[in-house]
């Protein structure tokens, strides 16, 4: 499909591991097809928009190859979180940590209440994608999205300029081994 951007919106998370939440995860056929789909058609500017897990994350899904990835966002919460309750604000803050192979960073994620934006810049051909609270702020630093590349803006730099493209791996974690 000739097109600079491909938003792929989800209502579960694709690319996470936790099992404590709904995710593609459970659903490994189905994951495979859609990866598959990917690797095949290889769309220009892909990010996938998730949700319903009552946080918010950044995360980077990686295909078997180790050359196809693509930037998952995930905003949920705008009427309870993970914080609304006090079993959630003590049970889960250990899972996200443990889980978290998946994100650029282990603290790429926030549990107050929050809502996604999406910003398409034509004259740059570039899409920003923020996670705000309720009351406008940043919560999570923004991604940028081109036609051939995307970066986590603020990693790895002091300068907040970006350095995480597609073709970098993640550092694994805990989740890896299980």
Do not use: C, M
Not at 26 to 40: G, M, S
Not at 80 to 95: A, G
Not at 107 to 136: P, Q
């Amino acid at each position: 499909i000739d097109a600079d951007f491909h938003v792929v919106v989800s209502s579960i998370q694709f690319g996470t591991r936790n099992p404590s939440f709904e995710s593609w995860a459970h659903f490994p056929r189905a994951k495979r097809d859609v990866l598959d789909v990917v690797k095949r058609t290889k769309p220009r500017g892909l990010v996938v928009l998730s949700g319903d897990v009552h946080h918010a994350e950044l995360g980077v899904v990686r295909a078997d190859d180790d050359v196809t990835a693509f930037p998952e966002v995930t905003s949920s919460g705008l009427t309870h979180t993970l914080r609304t309750s006090k079993v959630t604000r003590l049970l889960f803050p250990p899972l996200l940590a443990w889980f978290a192979s998946h994100r650029p960073r282990p603290r790429d994620y926030a549990t107050d209440l929050n809502f996604g934006r999406l910003d398409f810049d034509l004259e740059t051909t570039t899409l920003t994608v923020s996670v705000h609270g309720v009351d406008g702020r940043p919560l999570l630093r923004p991604l940028r999205v081109t036609p051939d590349a995307f970066a986590f803006v603020g990693d790895d730099d002091d300068d907040g300029t970006s350095s995480r493209s597609s073709s970098r791996t993640p550092r694994p974690t805990r989740d890896e081994d299980l």
